[in-house]
C-alpha cells in the first residue's frame, strides 16, 4: 500500500517556475514507478511525466519536454516535478501515481494516486 501527497502547486506567471513534491508513505517506495498526470477542467487527465524505480530513466510527454524535470529521491520517498518557462495551457490539477509495473501508460493502469494539487499559470 502507498499513500500519495502532492504539493507545491500554486499560482505563477506565464515563463515563470513552480516545483511540485509527491511525498509517499511506505517502506516500498523505491521499488515504485512514479508518474505525474495533470487534468484541467473538462478535459481528461494526461500523462505529463513518468521515472522508473531506480530513476535511471524518465519520459515526458511532448508537450512539456524540455521545460519540466522529473526526479526522485528515495531517501526521502518523494518524486518531484521541476516545471520552468510555464505557459497558460500548463494550467490544471496535477497528479501524482504510483505503481509496480506500469512507467508510461493510461490513468486507469496505476495502482495509487494523490489527491492533486493545483497549478494555475496567469498571464
Known amino acids: 500500500q502507498v499513500q500519495l501527497v502532492e504539493s507545491g502547486g500554486g499560482l505563477a506567471q506565464a515563463g515563470g517556475s513552480l516545483r511540485l513534491s509527491c511525498a509517499a508513505s511506505?517502506?516500498?517506495?523505491?521499488?515504485?514507478?512514479l508518474a505525474w498526470f495533470r487534468q484541467a477542467p473538462g478535459k481528461e487527465r494526461y500523462f505529463v511525466a513518468a521515472?522508473?524505480?531506480?530513476?535511471?530513466?524518465?519520459y515526458y510527454a511532448d508537450s512539456v519536454k524540455g521545460r519540466f524535470t522529473i526526479s526522485r529521491d528515495n531517501t526521502k520517498n518523494t518524486v518531484y516535478l521541476q516545471m520552468n518557462s510555464l505557459k497558460l495551457e500548463d494550467t490544471a490539477v496535477y497528479y501524482c501515481?504510483?505503481?509496480?509495473?506500469?512507467?508510461?501508460?493510461?490513468?486507469?493502469?496505476?495502482?495509487?494516486w494523490g489527491q492533486g494539487t493545483q497549478v494555475t499559470v496567469s498571464s
Open positions: 501515481a504510483a505503481d509496480l509495473n506500469v512507467v508510461r501508460g493510461r490513468p486507469s493502469e496505476y495502482a495509487y
Open positions: 511506505g517502506r516500498t517506495f523505491s521499488s515504485y514507478n
Open positions: 521515472i522508473i524505480w531506480s530513476g535511471g530513466r524518465t
